[in-house]
């Protein structure tokens, strides 16, 4: 059973920037992809980011596309979430998930373990 565990969230300003970290435990954290998502109240949790099992490859939603950056340390077992240029609609609790397949994917249903989540807090 992997477990997951993200901080780094918190309150900034608009043109700000938050890094997240996930931290992985219980698995083979270099065979998995891994994923960011966000969700905010009443909509449904929405695709991020995702880096492959080597960090070569990875890919973005086009609203972050340029802002913000994942990569990943398999030596500490953990995924990063650099988000740079923030602006208020980027206000969100953010997920870390992780999948089997290590390839890239997009799709919430598609991940096998989530973490808890960690509230991003972009003022204007």
Same mark, same amino acid.
């Given at each position: 059973?992997? +477990?997951?565990?993200? #901080?780094?969230?918190?309150?900034?300003?608009?043109?700000?920037?938050? @890094?997240? $970290?996930?931290?992985?435990?219980?698995?083979?954290?270099? #065979?998995?992809?891994?994923?960011?998502? @966000?969700?905010?109240?009443?909509?449904? @949790?929405?695709?991020?980011?995702?880096?492959?099992? #080597?960090?070569?490859?990875?890919?973005?939603?086009?609203?972050?596309?340029?802002?913000?950056?994942? $990569?990943?340390? =398999?030596?500490? =077992?953990?995924?990063?979430? +650099?988000?740079?240029?923030?602006?208020?609609?980027?206000?969100?609790?953010?997920?870390?998930?992780?999948?089997?397949?290590?390839?890239?994917?997009?799709?919430?249903?598609?991940?096998?373990?989530?973490?808890?989540?960690? +509230?991003?807090?972009?003022?204007?």
């Amino acid at each position: 059973q992997v +477990q997951l565990v993200e #901080s780094g969230g918190g309150l900034v300003q608009a043109g700000g920037s938050l @890094r997240l $970290s996930c931290v992985a435990s219980g698995g083979t954290f270099s #065979s998995y992809a891994m994923g960011w998502f @966000r969700q905010t109240p009443g909509k449904e @949790r929405e695709f991020v980011a995702t880096i492959s099992w #080597s960090g070569d490859n990875t890919y973005y939603a086009d609203s972050v596309k340029g802002r913000f950056t994942t $990569s990943r340390d =398999n030596a500490k =077992n953990t995924v990063y979430l +650099q988000m740079n240029s923030l602006r208020p609609e980027d206000t969100a609790v953010y997920y870390c998930a992780a999948q089997n397949s290590g390839g890239l994917h997009i799709e919430t249903y598609e991940y096998d373990y989530w973490g808890q989540g960690t +509230q991003v807090t972009v003022s204007s």
